[in-house]
T-cell receptor, first 117, second 109 residues
């Protein structure tokens, strides 16, 4: 099956700094990538959708200036958490979709655990 | 988005079959039924999908009701590694996946 990687898998940063998370589709071209956030014991919440070469579409309540998304190529999307605060600590997961038509399956990365101290 | 309803949790014994139900009474004709599972501290893993007919793959089987208002994910022989949260999701025309609460499957040795 299709493989999606994320880097880093785990990061600890100080409050006020910025952190970049990479998401790569390793064996397919991802026309669309998605970024999710998951708090402990909760389900995944979609943050934004990005198509290669265009601006990301953010879900309601997600600050686009705080969570910068760049989908510069068909195999790479990055999420930058700017001026991170402890409340941004969470499990960030990306997914990628390669096929344009149905059944529209998505493939998920292993996640990045961000801890802001 | 059409919503799905799943039990919060289920228990199974190892080596026994598990039937995980999902209700999706507002499903539209073009909605695909997708199942994903998430092991602790990992990203979701694709399990299976279907539209109208029952489906089998190496991981599981998917039984879809004739009216498509419900479906059942079947794990034929549960193992301890199958302990996870299982999500039933409707996917239409490439829209983003909306995750509900899922079913937490616990497998007892």
């Amino acid at each position: 099956g299709a493989v999606v990687s994320q880097h880093p898998s785990r990061v600890i940063c100080k409050s006020g700094t910025s952190v970049k998370i990479e998401c790569r589709s390793l064996d397919f071209q991802a026309t669309t990538m998605f970024w999710y956030r998951q708090f402990p014991k909760k389900s995944l919440m979609l943050m934004a959708t990005s198509n290669e070469g265009s601006k990301a579409t953010y879900e309601q309540g997600v600050e686009k200036d705080k969570f910068l998304i760049n989908h510069a190529s068909l195999t790479l999307s990055t999420l930058t958490v700017t001026s991170a605060h402890p409340e941004d600590s969470s499990f960030y997961i990306c997914s990628a979709r390669g096929r344009v038509g149905p059944p529209y399956e998505q493939y998920f990365g292993p996640g990045t655990r961000l801890t802001v101290t | 988005d059409a919503k799905t309803t799943q039990p919060n949790s289920m228990e199974s014994n190892e080596e026994e079959p598990v039937h995980l139900p999902c209700n999706h009474s507002t499903i539209s004709g073009t909605d695909y039924i997708h199942w994903y599972r998430q092991l602790p501290s990992q990203g979701p893993e694709y399990v299976i999908h279907g539209l109208t007919s029952n489906v089998n793959n190496r991981m599981a089987s998917l039984a879809i009701a004739e009216d498509r208002k419900s479906s059942t994910l079947i794990l034929h022989r549960a193992t301890l590694r199958d302990a996870a949260v299982y999500y039933c999701i409707l996917n239409n025309a490439g829209n983003m996946l909306t995750f509900g609460g899922g079913t937490r499957l616990m497998v007892k040795p």
